[in-house]
């Protein structure tokens, strides 16, 4: 049972352009949510985050969207540079829990 | 300095033997966690210690013991190894409050169990 969803498994853009990354949630109790970015060999590191409160939460060229009505949060980097190109997961938590639940990930490649 | 330093970084090994992946964060969080990336990617958090003391224990088969000696180190012991054991382990630490849901991760052992 995928509680968080990441439908795409990857993605290509152009350097300079816009990525969109997308994820779907099912547990309308999650109240906070998280992207983390994974390079090859290396841990995930987190990237931004945001709460139940908030529709959008801005971090330089990184911005993340929050849809509670559709349970959908996306992540927008603009512009793309060729060292976002990395593996992304969106992660949700409940309740101040420390638990995160993540999803499968999209690998995120952009291209000079 | 890493910040979280797990060992050994790869590990191979035949069923039913006993293994330890060992973790230590150097950042003063008290909280540390154990997640599994299994072969269909997904990370699945296994165990969360907050000052030495067991706060999350998912369902894992009672073959996997954490131990955390103080609260800079979390160990992973694994008996009687199987196959659907092979995974990348990943060890976490984050602050108590403040700073929610952010996790330090190290940079992962992988397991590969023949």
């Known amino acids: 049972d995928q509680q968080v969803k990441q439908n795409s498994p990857s993605l290509s853009v152009q350097e300079g352009r816009i990525s969109i990354l997308n994820c779907d949630y099912t547990?309308?109790?999650?109240?906070?949510f998280l992207w983390y970015k994974k390079y090859p060999a290396e841990g995930p590191t987190f990237l931004i985050s945001?709460?139940?409160?908030?529709d959008k939460n801005e971090d330089g060229r990184f911005t993340v969207f929050l849809n509670k009505s559709a349970k959908h949060l996306s992540l927008h980097i603009v512009p793309s540079q060729p060292g976002d190109s990395a593996v992304y997961f969106c992660?949700?938590?409940?309740?101040?829990?420390?638990?995160?639940?993540f999803g499968k990930g999209t690998k995120l490649t952009v291209n000079p | 300095d890493t910040a979280v330093s797990q060992t050994p970084k790869y590990l191979v090994t035949q069923m039913g033997n006993d293994k330890s992946i060992k973790c230590e964060q150097n950042?003063?969080?008290?909280?540390m966690y154990w997640y599994k990336q299994d072969s269909k990617k997904f990370l699945k958090i296994m165990f969360s210690?907050?000052?030495?003391?067991?706060?999350i224990n998912e369902t894992v088969p009672n073959r996997f013991s954490p131990k955390s000696p103080d609260k800079a180190h979390l160990n992973l012991h694994i008996n009687s190894l199987e196959l659907g054991d092979s995974a990348v382990y990943f060890c976490?630490?984050?602050?108590?409050?403040?700073?929610?849901?952010?996790?330090?991760f190290g940079e992962g052992s992988r397991l590969t169990v023949l």
């Open positions: 976490a630490s984050s602050r108590t409050s403040g700073y929610f849901g952010e996790l330090f």
């Open positions: 547990n309308s109790m999650f109240d906070y």
């Open positions: 945001i709460s139940s409160i908030k």
């Open positions: 992660a949700a938590s409940q309740g101040g829990s420390e638990k995160l639940v």
């Open positions: 950042l003063g969080h008290d909280t």
């Open positions: 210690y907050n000052n030495k003391e067991l706060i």
